[in-house]
């Protein structure tokens, strides 16, 4: 802690640092950036220029006279083991290194008491515990570590109930009582409605959630109670507050001092939410004339009226019209209105309250029998027997759970809602009683509820559940297994409320709900060292640091259950965005990269030793499963396949009795018949089986059709995958003749047109062609003849070309260019690109990439064209002047979901690494998505649907999902374009044109 009553100047040392300058001492600070420097530099210069005239020559943290102080003296601090100075002054306690120091204004840490726990320990020692940390202490003696602990005891007490923003309040007559019940001297607020509460009633406003009333506590949140809030608060007052709030309530509806909780929550939900009493605007209804008049109103001194403006419709985030001063809030700034401005502020993440719907009262106020352990040591999660459970009657009301020993006992313990962190329904049989769950608190505290059966327990969690959540997560969340607030970096003040139902998770950041399916996420991370996770899903990425209440950890063990087991049904597995599971997906692409030649494919065995291997990391995380050809061999990973799709929980056919079905199916005579019972079939399994299947038969398919080389006929393959399939012995000949009929009817069984197939099969005529005369560079077992484009100024060729099994992308271009007698010059550069059909995208291959693997893809529907690369010197250049390969920078994005979403909205892009990142919004804002940059197809020009505004733009597709980023202008577009290559293809792009031009001379 540096004292600013002790600097004498801040002087600005270059482009990022600065310095503070006091007569003992130099401090020098380094900001991340330029105007992060400046900001800095002009706060402290303020800060100093306001402190001017209140420089002590002593006490220099502290603003009052020394007699301020309670307690001083030494002290040895035990972790780490040093002495420190120590002084408490109201409600805290300072350590300095030495008394000097204290002097020159320089200290170590100051710590709350209100927050602290005063401990004794052995012989001299004491403890004090808050909650982010335990200090422990050594005294010189005995009789000294008493008088320490006496006295910090005191300052808690001293603290805990400091009266000095009540005191500034309640110098206004109306703000003695409650401006609800009447209770006197209330000691809470509602920050956003501006009216004074007592406890009850802050408990009920507390319990409507944050959208509607923002409740406060004038002694616990004295960090909250700013000058200008508490200018506010003097200003309106209670009488004021009710001349807009209360302006019209019956004597027969008042709310009295000592009324239920019921009643209380029936007034104060008709009074606020409602809006049953309140004195509406005489412009009620007329959006533009309450928003011009909202304008008017921040740059006056009448907080009433913007009060009244606000809650009676106005948008707090109109337009002023004002190009420099575009919000309420800047007006009412520019015009030096700074409580109008704080009024402003807290209305800000507030909804609406006469439009807020409110949670159904019959739903919060819940009663009846629950069983209870008795109090026992033992953790509430491990399993108990009937013996340690005693019923207990539980009420839920007026935003308090409560439970009795009977209906007409004294409460035996209770806890308000807005405590309540964590709610977890368990599965059953985890105790004694089959249904059961738990709550926790935020003092780390835990609770376990048991009922005889399941309907009880879902009433119990229904009703708790909409006590708890906020109305954002009212319509999204269904019956939940577990819910409640996490920290999170990406949240609101880093808090997030989590809400998790089979496989999804809700999670609510910053007033948008997100919504993920944990079997689709792209990684998930569990620290070692301090347990903290990371959730990268395709929608952005969740940052959840380690949390030591014991809630946390059932939180990490339900999302790692649910983001997929290796030996759960198809359904529970890890899965792609096509809904189809990671491991079949990463073999199928590896076989189909290489081994659609490879004779016998799927026929031949593998090392046993390997495929056990394999599949074992599968089972473990599916998403981190990597390899290179050098670990497993095509065959190793076609029989890890197999082996997986024949072991996996109730297989593909979603279990015995339905496979039955498909082999009755099979025994039908009419084919037409079959073909019928196949497609009902089909439609009653799971979504991820149904996909699997028609992923796994379009695969055979590809398969079967290059049978002359690879020797694997439908035959040969029905006889491979029926045993797989049906997880049988193979004895019964039906499964052989479904799978043989699946892939000769792959297209009116699974309703592919016969032309969308041929796309698939990168539409040409695919035949084995004798073997011909190669470079020795090219030499192969086998070839086919593909459609390659030849791109050219006056006109477009179509050539037929024999390609290779490892035929690379310059040894294609070559042959297209001598096939066609097209002779290049020193300045000209040809390269193959891959063309998605009917778009204008393409994307260069690698000069080592394989083109058969790019021809066949069985995902994008796409053409191989030859033509030259306009841009590739201009890469070459901009990478030679490059030391280290990154960039960073403002793009227009556009992501498009629907035909309609096709907006571009400016995000600060960063390339470093191997990852990319795409920021919420400008620089030093939250990420919102990132990619390995290697696992990213990066094409040139996007859909002219789009109606992009600019020519340069760069489409990224990640499984299917394209993102458009646009360029400003051609130079910037060929940088992005550069480092990406770069990145991807690890620097190594010249030797594709040494090559070519070796080749072409």
């Not at 990022?16 to 706060?43: G, I, Y």
């Not at 030391?883 to 498009?896: A, H, M």
């Amino acid at each position: 802690m540096i004292s600013l009553r002790c600097v004498d100047k801040v002087v600005g040392v270059g482009d990022l640092k600065f310095q503070l300058h006091s007569q003992k001492r130099t401090f020098l600070f380094r900001a991340d950036n330029t105007e992060e420097k400046n900001d800095w530099v002009c706060c402290l210069e303020k800060a100093l220029s306001d402190n001017k005239n209140s420089i002590e020559s002593r006490n220099l943290f502290f603003k009052r006279r020394s007699v301020d102080f309670s307690f001083e003296g030494s002290l040895e601090l035990m972790s780490p083991r040093i002495k420190v100075y120590t002084i408490m002054s109201r409600d805290k306690l300072y350590l300095f290194k030495d008394c000097e120091e204290q002097f020159q204004g320089v200290g170590i840490t100051d710590i709350d008491m209100r927050l602290a726990l005063v401990k004794d320990g052995e012989k001299r020692s004491f403890t004090l515990t808050t909650p982010y940390r335990t200090f422990s202490f050594l005294a010189e003696s005995e009789s000294e570590r008493q008088r320490w602990c006496d006295s910090l005891n005191e300052c808690v007490s001293r603290s805990l109930s400091y009266d000095g923003v009540c005191e500034s309040l309640w110098r206004v007559a109306s703000n003695q009582q409650c401006a609800d019940c009447s209770a006197s001297m209330p000691e809470w607020a509602s920050i956003n409605l501006c009216v004074l509460l007592c406890e009850k009633c802050a408990g009920v406003h507390r319990s409507l959630g944050q959208n509607v009333s923002k409740v406060r506590s004038l002694k616990l949140d004295e960090r909250v109670w700013t000058d200008d809030l508490i200018r506010v608060f003097l200003q309106l007052g209670n009488a004021k507050a009710n001349t807009f709030w209360g302006a019209n309530i019956p004597p027969s509806e008042s709310l009295c001092v000592n009324a239920n909780d019921e009643h209380r929550l029936q007034h104060i939900t008709a009074k606020y939410v409602q809006g049953k009493y309140r004195k509406y605007h005489t412009l009620y209804g007329h959006q533009e004339e309450l928003d011009s008049a909202l304008c008017k109103a921040v740059q006056s001194a009448d907080l009433l009226e913007i009060l009244t403006l606000l809650h009676c419709g106005a948008d707090i985030k109109c337009h002023t019209g004002i190009p420099e001063f575009p919000t309420p809030l800047s007006l009412a700034k520019r015009s030096g209105q700074s409580a109008q401005a704080e009024l402003l502020t807290q209305n800000l993440n507030t909804a609406e309250s006469f439009e807020s719907v409110l949670k159904d009262v019959s739903i919060q106020s819940h009663c009846g029998y629950l069983f209870k352990p008795s109090s026992s040591s033992r953790p509430i999660t491990e399993h108990k027997n009937k013996a340690d459970f005693a019923q207990r009657w539980c009420c839920l009301e007026g935003g308090v759970f409560s439970y009795y020993k009977n209906d007409h006992s004294n409460k035996r313990g209770s806890m308000k809602t807005s405590e309540i962190i964590c709610l977890s329904v368990n599965s059953p049989g985890k105790h004694v009683y089959e249904h059961t769950f738990e709550l926790y608190t935020d003092e780390g505290r835990g609770y376990l509820f048991g009922a005889d059966d399941a309907n009880t327990v879902r009433n119990w969690s229904k009703a708790i559940s909409m006590a708890m959540l906020p109305p954002a997560l009212f319509n999204v969340c269904g019956p939940c297994d577990r819910l409640g607030r996490l920290r999170c970096v990406e949240g609101s003040h880093g808090i997030g409320w989590f809400c998790l139902s089979g496989f999804i998770l809700h999670v609510l950041l910053e007033n948008t709900v997100q919504t993920i399916d944990l079997r689709k996420l792209l990684s998930l991370t569990l620290s070692d060292s301090d347990g903290s996770m990371v959730l990268v899903w395709r929608g952005g990425t969740l940052h959840v640091p380690t949390d030591r209440r014991p809630h946390f950890v059932g939180w990490q063990t339900c999302i790692q259950q649910k983001s997929g087991s290796g030996d759960q049904p198809l359904s529970h597995q890890q899965l792609t965005e096509l809904d189809v599971p990671v491991t079949v997906d990463r073999c199928l692409n590896h076989v189909t990269r290489h081994g659609l030649l490879s004779p016998g494919i799927y026929r031949k065995n593998g090392v046993n030793s390997h495929i056990t291997e394999l599949l074992k990391r599968f089972h473990n995380d599916a998403r981190s499963v990597s390899w290179s050809e050098l670990d497993f061999s095509v065959d190793d990973v076609a029989n890890t396949l197999k082996r997986f799709l024949r072991e996996v929980k109730d297989g593909v056919l979603n279990g015995q009795d339905n496979a039955k079905s498909w082999l009755n199916a099979a025994g039908l005579e009419d084919k037409s018949e079959r073909i019928y019972q196949y497609q009902n079939l089909l439609s009653n399994l799971p979504i991820v089986n149904q996909a699997t299947l028609k992923v796994l038969t379009h695969h055979l398919h590809s398969v079967q059709h290059l049978s002359n080389e690879n020797q694997m006929t439908k035959k040969n393959l029905s006889i491979v995958f029926g045993p797989t399939l049906f997880q049988n012995d193979g004895k019964d000949v039906k499964a052989t003749r479904v799978v043989e009929e699946l892939i000769q009817n792959y297209c009116s069984i699974f309703n592919v047109s016969e032309s969308e197939l041929q796309r698939q099969l990168n539409l040409t005529t695919v035949a084995l062609n004798k073997h011909k005369s190669e470079r020795p560079s090219s030499k192969t077992t086998s070839s086919i003849i593909c459609a390659v484009y030849l791109e050219r100024i006056e006109e477009g060729l179509e050539v037929l070309v024999q390609v290779g099994a490892n035929m690379t992308a310059v040894e294609l271009v070559s042959e297209v260019l001598d096939h066609k007698e097209v002779k290049p010059t020193n300045e000209d550069f040809w390269s193959c690109y891959e063309i998605l059909e009917n778009v204008e995208m393409d994307r260069m291959l690698h000069y080592s990439e394989k083109v058969l693997t790019v021809y066949f893809s069985p995902v994008l529907k796409c053409n191989l064209l030859v033509k030259k690369n306009q841009y590739i010197s201009s890469i070459l250049k901009y990478l030679g002047m490059m030391e280290n390969v990154g960039k960073s920078g403002t793009l227009r994005v556009c992501e498009v979901k629907t035909e309609r979403s096709k907006n571009y909205c400016s995000r600060y892009c960063e390339l470093s690494g191997t990852t990319f990142r795409l920021h919420k919004g400008l620089q030093n804002s939250p990420c919102e998505r990132e990619w390995p940059v290697k696992e990213l197809k990066v094409y040139n020009g996007y859909r002219s649907k789009l109606n992009s505004p600019t020519p340069w733009g760069i489409t990224l597709v990640h499984e299917k999902r394209p993102w458009y980023l646009c360029c400003d202008n051609e130079d910037e577009f060929i940088e992005w374009t550069a480092t990406f290559y770069s990145i991807q293809y690890d620097g190594d792009i010249w030797p594709s044109l040494l090559v070519m031009q070796s080749h072409n001379s």
